[in-house]
């Protein structure tokens, strides 16, 4: 049969006669006619064939075929309609005992992870990732639109921004490497580059032991830089606007993959701002002044956020120096930072970076970090560097957040985490 005829189940509904290919999801032979669903990415179609029931019989459950037909009008409830078949052809037949069962929701993830290219073949599971493909090119799109230039910088890299304690080092032709933590350095090099606004999507990894549903040890960070701000506000203003043009986006393009996960996504109008100082008030958890948000008190707030703002999303600005980072603004015993919360989980940090290189250097001193291990990085304030903040997403936090998946590795295709390096 000629493949270059295909098309996609979603079209052939339109057409009188098709060449359609894809996944057995059920067979049926009920005397002189037999009865197989068909499925591709974009959808099923029943096929009733008349014909080939001997050879029809043989194929298993999630074998690869290609057939073609007259479309009809059917008897589905759904209206959808049928394909009768003329012709047919086996492209690959698969294994009469699949190791996973695609359509069982209770199979364990670690199990449907083993086999996950199986796994996808699921509507619901694959519609996740149509979801994130859409949210990656809104990014894109978003990002573009406001005037930022992409980069791609290192992910093997001498530096990191902090601490060594979450960086995975590398014998880079036996001298001691790392995989990049993240690309702070890199995106504030390259607004004191004179490119001023500044984003890469690409891979983050942090040697983390965490064994909670919100963290992996790869994931895809979303991470931009803008020169020239007035305050930590005009990134809270750039975080805004993405996450609007995300909501929006699949809100338009993603109808029936909302609808067959379930769910319930609210565009976005306005994202309140409150201090950290008035967070703490707002929940019932006591902290001290330099605390803090841990998971439960993010998640009480934002059931609180959502009763008082009728809101899903808030910003909590004014985060405790002795929680941020050297390299973040401060403002007394705070600093000019900020989380984003969505569904009371933190999907992003930004805030104001220091320019000025000698009070750099007193914070780094003041956190005990050498900035002579950091290499090129203070030669960046030293010829002419602007005011400058910027902000991190997870992409796959920010999936998991959005269509509210119990675990981060549901929203990535093959997770890392402490103990899966596989497949």
Not at 163 to 177: I, Q, T
Not at 280 to 298: C, G, R, T, V
Not at 364 to 370: G, H, L, R, V, Y
Request: glycine content about 6%.
């Amino acid at each position: 049969m000629d493949i270059s005829k295909r098309i996609y189940i979603e079209e052939a509904q339109k057409k009188s006669k098709a060449t359609v290919a894809g996944w057995v999801e059920k067979i049926k032979i009920m005397g002189n006619i037999g009865f197989i669903t068909l499925r591709d990415r974009t959808g099923k179609l029943q096929i009733v064939a008349k014909e080939h029931l001997k050879e029809l019989a043989k194929i298993n459950k999630e074998s690869c075929i290609i057939v073609s037909g007259d479309i009809k009008k059917g008897q589905l409830k759904s209206g959808d309609k049928e394909l009768i078949l003329k012709e047919f052809e086996i492209i690959n037949k698969a294994d009469p005992i699949l190791p996973i069962e695609i359509f069982n929701e209770t199979t364990n993830i670690d199990k449907r992870l083993d086999h996950r290219f199986l796994d996808v073949r699921n509507p619901k599971v694959m519609a996740i990732f149509k979801i994130r493909s859409k949210v990656i090119f809104l990014t894109e799109e978003y990002f573009q639109k406001n005037k930022f230039i992409n980069i791609n910088t290192p992910k093997l890299t001498v530096m990191g921004v902090e601490s060594g304690a979450e960086l995975f080092s590398v014998d880079y032709f036996k001298k001691k490497a790392f995989l990049s933590q993240s690309p702070q350095v890199y995106k504030q090099m390259f607004v004191a580059s004179g490119l001023e606004r500044v984003y890469e999507i690409a891979p983050v990894f942090r040697a983390e032991k965490s064994h909670t549903t919100r963290h992996l040890t790869e994931f895809i960070g979303i991470d931009f830089e803008m020169g020239f701000i007035k305050d930590e506000n005009d990134v809270m203003d750039v975080c805004e606007g993405l996450i609007k043009h995300l909501v929006d986006g699949v809100l338009k393009d993603c109808k029936k993959e909302l609808e067959l996960l379930k769910v319930d996504l609210k565009k976005v109008i306005k994202i309140p701002r409150i201090s950290m100082k008035d967070a703490k008030k707002l929940i019932s958890k006591k902290l001290k002044d330099d605390e803090d948000l841990d998971a439960e008190s993010e998640k009480q707030l934002g059931e609180v956020i959502k009763k008082k703002y009728k809101s899903d999303l808030v910003f909590v600005y004014g985060y405790p120096w002795a929680v941020r980072p050297f390299y973040h603004m401060k403002e007394g015993d705070v600093t000019k930072s900020f989380d984003l919360i969505w569904n009371g989980v933190e999907i992003t940090t930004g805030a104001q970076r220091e320019h000025r290189l000698d009070i750099l250097e007193k914070q780094a001193k003041e956190k005990e970090i050498s900035l002579k291990t950091m290499g090129p990085y203070t030669e960046i304030f030293k010829f002419g560097c602007p005011m400058h903040g910027g902000a991190g997403f997870g992409a796959d936090r920010i999936i998991e957040t959005m269509l509210n998946l119990d675990n981060v590795r549901e929203a990535i295709l093959l997770p890392r985490d402490p103990e899966r390096l596989k497949p």
